[in-house]
């Protein structure tokens, strides 16, 4: 490391002296042009000497400035020095600090959220291409929409957080659940769609409505539920399923008395919806509604809007209802604008009434009032008293898991609506296999929803 040669370092700080001097306007230096005049020194011999003032109070007036000068100088100096000194040992520290990513095993994630394993040539799944969250491709048109188009598939499914991802590969260490052996319900689900069930809009197509005789799709399509069961009820919903393959199918693989909700943008979603029935689940559908932050967040082609005719949000909900058959209501998808909005809701809350279909709100947003509306005009509802997504970690799911417990036995039911990452689907799997130990039943949410309207 260079020294530092300050015997030199003053010698050419006192040079500066006159220099400095020379700048000084008027009587602390030079004249206006910049020519250094020097001030006449007054005469001081006609005054006592005891009178006479000292050096200090004769250069009063440019002490300050000097000072100040001076100041700045060593200040200067003194970064200039340590910088010097401390050069090395500052660029190592900063070196140390720049974060570094170490990949093992040459692990993926694909766009849907799914893992794999590079073998040498990484091959990744094929992007959706669509408006999501952070997105705004769709504006909507005070025009109905007559044809039925194919709609733009959002982004529904959140990448995985690393933490979420670290949890679902330290699971796959945890020893294997065992088989629950065969769903008494599964394949044995009412037939779907019931021919007395179904209106048949031409410009839309079939969508579900309840039957002259009295018989509702939601009661339908559900899966039974004892009427007689005493013990604490506990009613899961998966969301935004349909998007994510690996995640769709660890969901139907859940126990079938959970509830599985398909977006109305996922591929193949009639066949998502057989697999899940065929497995003793049933299943509801996402409801694209526009959120707060619209146009930078985007719901997709499908939501409902605060800014058009009613008649343009019924034909949308109705492009929704036909997407696909055989389910109990709709759940929310975004909303948070739509869902505060009184006037717009209404008429949606009435449509959904009259074809005998119930709504959930997931708990997403919490200025949401949704059920207060559907309350309003009679439909049945339900709301989630919890949700778990991916911004958890392992113990904070299993936390929720355990005040949910403490919630169904306060209340005698609770809801919870969970995001269909890996690591979540794996903790609520294993929960859900040791509830009837703890005294609670996992029931489908069109029980909570029957045992609520009977208590009143």
């Known amino acids: 490391m260079p020294k530092l040669n300050f015997s030199g370092l003053m010698g050419k700080v006192k040079g500066l002296g006159p220099a400095v001097k020379s700048m000084l306007p008027g009587k602390l230096g030079?004249?206006?042009?910049?020519?250094?005049?020097?001030?006449?020194e007054p005469d001081y011999d006609d005054i006592p000497e005891h009178l006479r003032p000292t050096f200090f109070q004769r250069k009063?007036?440019?002490?300050?400035?000097?000072?100040?000068?001076?100041l700045f100088l060593m200040t200067g100096i003194g970064i200039a020095a340590y910088l010097l000194i401390k050069g090395p040992a500052i660029e190592a520290e900063?070196?140390?600090?720049?974060?570094?990513?170490?990949?093992?095993?040459?692990?993926?994630?694909?766009?849907r959220g799914e893992m794999g394993q590079d073998s040498g040539t990484a091959t990744t799944a094929e992007p959706v291409d669509a408006p999501g969250?952070?997105?705004?491709?769709?504006?909507?048109?005070?025009?109905?929409?007559?044809?039925?188009?194919?709609?733009?598939?959002?982004?529904?499914?959140?990448?995985?957080?690393?933490?979420?991802?670290?949890?679902?590969?330290?699971?796959a260490d945890e020893p294997p659940l065992a088989n629950d052996g065969p769903d008494p319900y599964a394949g044995n689900l009412a037939a779907y769609p019931d021919p007395g069930l179904i209106e048949d809009i031409a410009s839309v197509?079939?969508?579900?409505?309840?039957?002259?005789?009295?018989?509702?799709?939601?009661?339908?399509?559900?899966?039974?539920?004892?009427?007689?069961?005493?013990?604490?009820?506990?009613?899961?919903?998966?969301?935004?399923?349909?998007?994510?393959?690996?995640?769709?199918?660890?969901?139907?693989?859940?126990?079938?008395?959970?509830?599985?909700?398909f977006s109305p943008y996922a591929p193949n979603l009639k066949d998502w919806i057989a697999?899940?029935?065929?497995?003793?689940?049933?299943?509801?559908?996402?409801?694209?509604?526009?959120?707060?932050?619209?146009?930078r967040s985007d719901a997709g082609l499908l939501s409902l809007m605060t800014g058009v005719e009613p008649a343009q949000n019924i034909l949308n909900l109705q492009r929704v209802m036909s997407e696909g058959s055989g389910y109990i209501g709709l759940v929310n998808y975004q909303g948070s604008g739509f869902t505060a909005n009184r006037a717009a809701l209404e008429p949606v809350?009435?449509?959904?009434?009259?074809?005998?279909?119930?709504?959930?709100d997931t708990l997403d947003n919490?200025?949401?009032?949704?059920?207060?509306v559907a309350q309003s005009v009679g439909m049945p509802h339900a709301t989630a008293d919890m949700m778990i997504d991916a911004t958890q970690s392992r113990g904070s799911v299993l936390e929720h898991l355990t005040q949910l417990e403490l919630l169904a036995k306060t209340q005698k039911t609770a809801i919870v609506s969970i995001k269909p990452f890996p690591m979540i689907l794996q903790r609520v799997k294993r929960w859900s296999r040791e509830l009837s130990g703890k005294g609670m039943v996992l029931t489908p949410l069109s029980g909570i929803i029957t045992a609520r309207l009977r208590e009143g």
């Open 30 to 40: 030079g004249s206006k042009g910049g020519t250094a005049t020097a001030a006449p």
């Open 60 to 70: 009063a007036h440019v002490l300050p400035v000097f000072a100040a000068y001076g």
């Open 94 to 111: 900063m070196e140390a600090s720049i974060p570094r990513a170490e990949i093992s095993e040459f692990q993926f994630v694909d766009e």
């Open 133 to 171: 969250e952070d997105t705004a491709d769709a504006s909507p048109s005070n025009a109905p929409i007559e044809a039925h188009s194919e709609p733009a598939i959002p982004d529904q499914m959140e990448q995985p957080t690393d933490t979420a991802m670290t949890q679902a590969a330290s699971d």
């Open 205 to 261: 197509g079939e969508v579900p409505t309840a039957g002259a005789d009295g018989r509702v799709p939601w009661k339908v399509y559900a899966r039974p539920s004892s009427s007689l069961e005493t013990r604490p009820r506990i009613a899961i919903v998966v969301i935004n399923l349909g998007l994510s393959v690996q995640a769709t199918e660890a969901a139907i693989d859940l126990p079938g008395a959970v509830t599985l909700s």
């Open 275 to 295: 697999q899940a029935r065929n497995a003793g689940h049933e299943v509801m559908v996402g409801l694209p509604m526009e959120p707060r932050d619209f146009p």
């Open 349 to 360: 809350m009435e449509d959904l009434s009259k074809r005998g279909l119930v709504y959930f």
């Open 366 to 372: 919490a200025t949401s009032i949704a059920p207060e």
